[in-house]
């Protein structure tokens, strides 16, 4: 029996909906607007960013925001040799944990490099804004080696 | 507590693409042979059902009330659905069972997830404000872990390749394995980096496939004939989804999850892990305390197929197997969900 055809159709995967991010989210984002980037302190006092509605550990709702510097240091990084179509460069790149100055708690944010061997744990990066910001995530367009 | 037993399990081969078949066409062979297995014949003769799989890998929201056409659902059955792999399936249908609700149940778990480019699906599940607008991918978030493993010394790179090539060579012996052969560890270190500091070893395939699996009380067990293990023990715990917070170094989930299914009050003669990267085996074993006498992945584990949704059915499964065998007398099943393991549930087999 021969293989039957198989039907393709594309399809964007993505929310077909806007949601209102509420005042800790919401706040982070509007700081990004304004190309500040805060954090939230924690219930231990680690400064968290971005910042986090609720502490993991002890579920108290949180409230106070620090500003926290634009430059930081890599805690982790991963080379992508071969960017898939969906990521935000399409030249060789690091997915990084960044830990930035004032910061206690390190985030996920994209680094451009030239070679992998450019980028190293404890290196310095700071960020690089997007030419306009709309109050996203990705209005820091990426870090850079500081 | 009631006692429960595993009376049948039964799943496909996992392969890289299944074709034109569909989930429905994916799961009916394998109802059919798990049914048979338990000597039944159909839904109509279990009290309850309960599946998992993930809407995403189909892009349709409610896709998987699709799955219920492999049931044949008339008269009218019991069931429910985890957006979850299915070993969560298997839990819920304990607490049916444990409740007094059910005496019996089928669990099934399926995953197509061919069609898409499934890191990149994988990445629309994550924070929807700080990670998935980024469209960060599951190898590349699996890579930043293996990183602060390797740069803590924590693991080596051999450390990782050795779990490769033992998985490789295990698998052999497993007729449902995607990938399987005589690896290695110099083999796979002689591979050039994927997402660095992973190779494309390091990471599990991409597969399709479906299993199944029949529970009951071990008083209908009994009733019924067949050789079955009892499930003595199953819990689950999560950690924060925010991967900054977390020590990725260590599982403690997993730990915690292998405390309340009582797993120290034994010896554990097998243990299957679901540790989709090579690192991620080297955490969980080290999280459980697993030492010698514990054989490890016995069927290659999931770097030699992934069957997204299936996966963690299929560890309990596999050690369902060799208990039954007469293998082992008592062995784990280990399930995640989640970046870099975030979700973890583990459950305590032993011999009738």
């Known amino acids: 029996m021969s293989q039957p055809e198989v039907l393709q159709q594309s399809f964007e995967l993505g929310f077909t909906y806007t949601r209102s991010v509420g005042p800790v989210v919401g706040r982070f984002l509007t700081e990004l607007r304004n190309r500040n980037i805060v954090g939230i302190k924690a219930s231990d006092g680690r400064v968290v960013v971005p910042p986090m509605e609720y502490d993991p550990d002890t579920a108290e709702e949180l409230s106070e925001f620090v500003e926290v510097g634009q430059e930081g240091e890599i805690v982790s990084f991963a080379w992508v040799k071969e960017p898939r179509e969906a990521h935000p460069m399409d030249r060789p790149f690091a997915w990084a944990m960044i830990r930035l100055d004032g910061a206690d708690v390190p985030m996920i944010h994209c680094v451009a490099a030239n070679a992998e061997s450019d980028v190293a744990t404890g290196a310095r990066v700071k960020a690089v804004w997007a030419d306009e910001t709309i109050g996203f995530i990705t209005d820091i367009r990426c870090f850079e080696l500081a | 507590m009631t006692d429960i037993a595993i009376v049948a399990y039964q799943q496909t081969d996992a392969v890289s693409d299944a074709g034109a078949v569909n989930e429905v066409e994916l799961i009916i062979p394998v109802l059919g042979r798990v049914f048979e297995q338990a000597g039944l014949t159909n839904s109509q003769d279990v009290d309850f059902v309960c599946s998992g799989s993930c809407d995403y890998l189909q892009g349709a929201a409610f896709a998987f009330v699709l799955g219920v056409d492999a049931l044949g659902a008339v008269p009218p059955i019991k069931e429910s659905h985890v957006e979850m792999d299915a070993a969560w399936a298997l839990y819920e249908s304990i607490l049916k069972i444990r409740m007094g609700h059910a005496e019996s149940a089928l669990v099934y778990g399926f995953g197509k997830s061919s069609p898409g480019e499934l890191p990149i699906v994988l990445s629309q599940q994550l924070d929807p404000y700080y990670l998935a607008p980024q469209w960060i991918d599951a190898i590349s978030l699996a890579a930043l872990q293996a990183r602060q493993m390797l740069d803590q010394g924590l693991v080596s790179e051999r450390d990782m390749a050795e779990v490769v090539a033992r998985s490789r060579n295990n698998a052999l012996n497993n007729p449902h394995a995607q990938l399987a052969g005589e690896v290695s560890v110099d083999d796979v270190l002689a591979e050039d980096t994927y997402v660095s500091p992973l190779r494309k070893a390091d ?112 560890r309990v499964g596999e050690v369902f197997d060799r208990i039954v065998s007469g293998e082992a007398e008592r062995g784990i099943a280990h399930a995640t969900s989640g970046p870099c393991l975030q979700h973890n549930l583990v459950t305590v087999l032993e011999k009738a």
Not at chain 2, 218 to 230: D, L, S
Request: charged share 20%.
């Open chain 2, 203 to 314: 990471c599990c395939p991409v597969s399709d496939g479906a299993s199944a699996m029949i529970i009951a009380t071990v008083e209908k067990a009994e009733e019924w004939g067949k050789p079955y293990a009892v499930i003595s023990g199953i819990d689950h715990r999560i950690e924060t989804h925010n991967l900054g917070m977390r020590d990725l170094t260590d599982s403690l989930s997993t730990r915690q999850a292998a405390e309340g299914a009582g797993m120290g009050q034994g010896r554990v003669d097998v243990a299957e892990l679901y540790a989709p990267f090579s690192h991620q085996e080297i955490i969980l074993t080290r999280a459980l305390g697993l030492g010698e006498e514990t054989s490890i992945n016995p069927s290659g584990g999931v770097l030699a197929g992934n069957m997204m949704m299936a996966s963690g059915l299929s």
